[in-house]
DNA sequence: CTAAAACTATGTACGTCATACGTTTATATG
DNA sequence: CATATAAACGTATGACGTACATAGTTTTAG
């Protein structure tokens, strides 16, 4: 773990790993390894077997080398893990050109979430600064375009996808740490749907008004959520937000 | 860390440590520590130097006792670390009974935001399941109760609630992850603010045209921002969301 | 063509961590 | 009072990140 004051040049450091210009024509023998390689096999290892198994030791073995050959291409592990998480998030979907703001930002936020579902562990990635890496930046300026297509000023484009990344990657966080089955003690699986139930058993109805009151909500059938489609979970929310997204941009073009 | 399929009972340890009422009457020594204890000790712990300082015999030493005299109050780190957080969160603000919607949920949103801030800590504890703490329960029943109150039905209040707490949660992630000032080799400190610009001068405009047009976009004086008034970044897609919440309880009262 | 310089890969070693286990000690119940 | 039981402690283990010294290899300078 880096501590705090010692993100010094990690940030340069970064930057010089994500960007790597491939330069050659240095001295010492030809290194069979990369920064790529190391980061491939990161991902291999995590989509494995979880974060919590990715060690340098795991990734030497699953290459071949000894683990601190490693060192020699990456400074740290935390720097790998950040360039990991970049590697693994991978390009941005194309975007019709021809859909309105509404189908490109359920689009986007779409693909994200399957992104998400199916490397659960970027989510576990410590954020330590704003994104820099290529495909995360792909990533936002894919859903800038339409965003500055439909009419927003520059600073309100930025807070959109602000506000969208983080209502992806939220709500994303808390649907995978939901995915899990657990085992009880009598060896009855249960679900986090059940849990629900636990802690409604659990509290007092007069601390949590609110909270019994929705608890009799039926659950929406996940089954019946065709894929392509946001789930309702993630889907009213963004549906909400681009409707005020664009009555906004319509009282603007008035004034 | 704990392997994923070891969630077993995990569960109902998270759900009896968070919700233990005080039993007394067993045998052995008069126990001079206790769960809370040990929270409020890691609490204090990560407030002055973070979660990546918090260790096991550090909140010992904190407390005066031997690093395995904890494990008898709190079966794993990682459960610790769950209690840690719902204790650090603290109870939620009271909203104005008589405020409308959108000024309860921009004074939800700005409280939720400010704690974020106070302890950043928190956003790096991993998720591991549905919240069940007695802490994060009443925050999402605070927001609940507008709400509802507002006109939704109870799945659409679970997905605003979700998509609120996903929106802060996100953005102090990555607002409070560009915090951190950063010293160059040259020694001169510089803030995430530059770090755009590095980064701008590193891409391509041909490869990330919206990125490269938004970058001209002056940033918020961080300065003339009030308390208890959302920022910007936060404040604008929060306001969006509530102007599309807003028509929609709107349309749905008409029909 | 040689020798120095620079870089890669390896092995060993250290400090820190979570935590399993055995021992001692204090208490509440029979 | 005796005994079961839990609290606190000390020691020990295995995994981890990574500093460092070494050996080997390739490029470049003379």
Known sequence: MTTRDSKDSDLERSLTLLWAGRARGKRGPRSRLSVELIAQAAVRVAD????????MQRIATEL?????SLYNHVPSKDLLLEVAADVGAGAPPELDDAADLRQSVRQWAGALWAGFHRRPWILRVPLDHAPVGPNQLAWLDRLLRPLLAAGLAGGEARAAALHLTAVVRGTAQIST???????RDDGIPHTDADLTHVVAELIDPEDYPALTAVHAAEV??????????????????VDRFLDG???WVADRGVS
Chains 1, 2 share one sequence.
Do not use: C, H, I, N
């Open 177 to 183: 740490s939901m995915a899990g089955e657990y085992k």
């Open 64 to 68: 071949g080398y000894s683990t601190m």
């Open 245 to 247: 997204l664009e009555s």
């Open 220 to 237: 929406a059938d996940r089954r019946s959520e065709q894929p392509g489609v946001l789930p309702f979970e993630l889907g009213f929310g």
């Open 48 to 55: 494995a077997d979880g974060l919590e198994a990715l060690s």
